[in-house]
């Protein structure tokens, strides 16, 4: 973090006195995977950041469950370039933001060839490289200890957001690791000790993997490198990164070891030379020339290789905004998120967005500046958008979007209201009434008691703040008799077949079983029939609940134990099911409202002072407390995740033409849930079972997120 090394290098190179076999910095990489960083389970974790010091990879979870990244270098680096059996490991790691809802945060070096393939706890069998390591630190509580090599006896406490440093001195002769973790700067000790490595095991460091503790917990790391002592005078070639950009000058920081000497040959032919200690070791090289810039160090006896960089110095135009409708209402009334990325921008600087929208009587309705990607513009007249990219250094891009489409609501399925009279018609049957304080599972829908409103009592706290009083609607009654518990109706999987799917809730369509294998279905000698997707025991049954909506199980069969011949799949093995609507084109659009987290993520209104807690129960009944919005153009599908999440409401819209009679989408393709699905190899895929990304179905590509 704190020194600046070459990029990304595992070909043998070395200054006087060390040769690296390994190192990788952050200073010119741009995109993680490109520079071999993987992640079995949430890669878009994964991204370069920096600060004033300097860039570094960071893995941010943001909202998922526990999940890993790796980068693995391999034992291949070793081949003959261990003589004497020692070796030299360290990197800069720092523990940005702990987890809000777990702990278990933990970071490992590898010693095998195998790639991870789940999060990598060491303490989970299924994953070779979980038992295969020579150096690890867990976060065993809430209040940041770790522990060192899986040994509880030895802790250490990891400060937010401080950065540290481990260091590992490995001899494969003896079969220790000598291990040093410390502040960045070397002056605290944190943690040291040696660990004798079991002798079925590698003494090759092969790569590293880090698992971040679920929900919001940020891990960043530095300057990674694997090194030995070498007694040659050998001069490293400099790493060249461009870091700053000014309109047609260009700003390189070149690096080099202490040991050597640069040498420079401009764009403009002049040459020169830098001392290390002219510059610390990081010398920053300025020109408006456009040409080819020439480095290369001295050590001792050695002259490293030329480093050829060819710089062209003209303005850079920055990236137009995308303005994405993430909301559609009656009217023009539109809301657009507004996205622009820095991937591809030279240094990647900090993108800022300014916007105005006019309506067509030329009034402003809406503006901002020093924006940033994400934000979102809430228009509700016919008029122009327009969205200008900033950053300095610089020349900034401005687009526009006209609002000039006009929608009416066709269709609104409310899953939230319907009544139980109404799912008994579909073939609904009730089941026991949830009314559980437990919070595991499904009862956390009444058990976290997150279904609830507030009052204002006019008065403030200590502080000015106005005091309101929490009212739970849905919850146990055996916490208070006043809690209501929550309906539940469901239609058994085994009836779920095609026409049911498409019927029940027309024209929004369901999940269904494929093929006519169900969770009963078995073969001539009692095995379980595989549908076209390789899956036995059929799909999930639909469940609506009475005030919250649409929800998804995740686990197969009738009676939601799905277990053939005690193979212990009685459990969730599906996570999320798949919607659409039928008879849309892909000018219409699909609003899609959710609870998430058990309600947690809902609307919780609060009423004015005066509110009568039976008005209030009233009105917070009548509303759509989907608070999480998804729109979808009308050929794409959408997802309910299992058991923590509902739909409430979908709200389908059309155009309107000028007339106000429902616009004719003339020559446009009608989405018809029986023509065939292709992905982008021309394979025909199942519609019930697609995986994120794109495919073809009636000629038109559609996206599946």
Not at 11 to 23: E, N, Q
Request: net charge negative; with cysteine; hydrophobic share 30%.
């Amino acid at each position: 973090m704190f020194a600046v090394l070459s990029a990304f290098l595992l070909t043998t190179t070395a200054t006087a006195g060390t040769r690296y076999l390994v190192k990788q910095d952050f200073e010119s990489g741009n995109d993680p995977a490109l520079m071999g960083w993987k992640s079995p389970n949430y890669p878009g974790g994964m991204s370069i950041s920096g600060d004033e010091y300097g860039n570094y990879f960071q893995y941010d979870l943001g909202t998922q469950n526990g999940r890993s990244c790796y980068w693995m270098w391999g034992s291949g680096v070793y081949e003959d370039q261990v003589p004497e059996g020692v070796y030299h490991m360290e990197l800069e790691w720092c523990y940005k933001k702990g987890s809000d809802n777990q702990y278990g945060t933990q970071f490992r070096v590898l010693n095998t060839d195998t790639e991870p393939t789940s999060n990598g706890k060491t303490a989970n069998s299924n994953d070779l490289t979980q038992l295969n390591w020579l150096f690890t630190i867990t976060e065993v509580d809430a209040d940041r200890n770790f522990y060192v090599n899986d040994n509880t006896a030895e802790t250490f406490v990891v400060n937010i957001g401080e950065w540290m440093k481990i260091s590992l001195d490995v001899d494969i002769l003896n079969r220790n690791v000598t291990y040093l973790v410390t502040d960045v700067m070397g002056q605290v000790t944190y943690a040291s000790g040696t660990r004798y490595v079991p002798e079925d095991q590698s003494m090759l460091a092969t790569g590293i993997n880090q698992y971040n503790a679920r929900r919001n917990s940020v891990v960043q790391m530095d300057n990674i490198s694997v090194s030995v002592s070498s007694d040659e005078d050998i001069a490293n070639p400099p790493t060249v990164a461009l870091t700053g950009v000014n309109g047609v000058e260009r700003t390189y920081t070149i690096t080099f070891s202490s040991e050597e000497q640069l040498h420079l040959k401009g764009t403009d032919g002049a040459e020169q030379t830098i001392d290390y200690m002219d510059c610390d070791g990081s010398y920053k090289y300025v020109t408006t020339t456009s040409g080819v810039l020439q480095a290369w160090t001295v050590s001792g006896s050695a002259t490293s290789e030329i480093v050829y960089t060819e710089i062209e110095c003209v303005n850079i135009a920055l990236p137009g905004a995308e303005a994405i409708i993430t909301s559609v209402e009656s009217g023009y009334a539109k809301t657009y998120t507004l996205k622009v990325e820095n991937t591809d921008v030279p240094t990647q600087p900090t993108l800022f967005l300014e916007y105005k929208f006019v309506n067509e009587n030329g009034e402003i309705e809406a503006q901002g500046s020093d924006k940033f990607s994400g934000e979102k513009v809430s228009v509700e007249s016919k008029g122009t958008l327009t969205i200008t990219t900033i950053a300095p250094g610089f020349t900034s891009t401005t687009v526009s979007i006209v609002n000039d489409k006009e929608f009416a609501i066709d269709k609104v399925v409310d899953f939230q209201h319907m009544t139980g009279d109404e799912l008994s018609a579909k073939g609904f049957e009730r089941l026991e009434d949830l009314d559980s304080s437990n919070t595991s599972g499904e009862s956390n829908w009444t058990g976290r008691m997150y279904l609830n409103y507030s009052i204002d009592t006019g008065t403030t706290d200590e502080e000015g703040n106005p005091v309101y009083e929490k009212h739970v609607v849905y919850g146990p009654t055996s916490v208070d008799p006043t809690y209501e518990p929550i309906q539940r109706y469901r239609f058994l999987q085994s009836n779920l077949d095609s026409i049911a799917a498409h019927t029940l809730f027309a024209p929004v369509y369901t999940w269904y079983y494929n093929d006519g294998i169900t969770a009963t279905s078995c073969d001539s000698i009692g095995q379980p029939l595989l549908d076209a997707n390789g899956n036995a025991g059929g799909t999930t049954n639909l469940q609506v609940k009475i005030g919250i909506g649409l929800v998804h199980s995740g686990v197969q069969g009738d009676t939601e134990s799905y277990d053939p011949a005690g193979a212990g799949y009685g459990n969730i093995r599906i996570n999320e099911a798949t919607l659409g609507v039928d008879g849309l084109t892909d000018n219409d659009f699909i609003v899609v409202y959710k609870m998430k987290s058990y309600g947690n993520q809902s609307v919780h209104p609060v009423f004015p002072v005066g509110t009568t807690p039976e008005d209030a129960l009233q009105q917070y009944k009548a509303m759509n407390l989907g608070s999480e919005v998804e729109v979808y153009t009308g050929l794409e599908t959408f997802k309910l995740y299992r058991v923590d999440t509902s739909i409430t409401r979908i709200n389908i819209l059309k155009g309107v033409a000028s007339d106000g009679i429902e616009e004719v989408n003339t020559g446009l393709v009608v989405s018809d849930h029986n023509a065939p699905i292709y992905n982008l190899n021309g394979i025909q895929v199942k519609a019930n079972t697609l995986r994120p990304g794109i495919y073809i179905k009636q000629g038109k590509k559609f996206i599946v997120r």
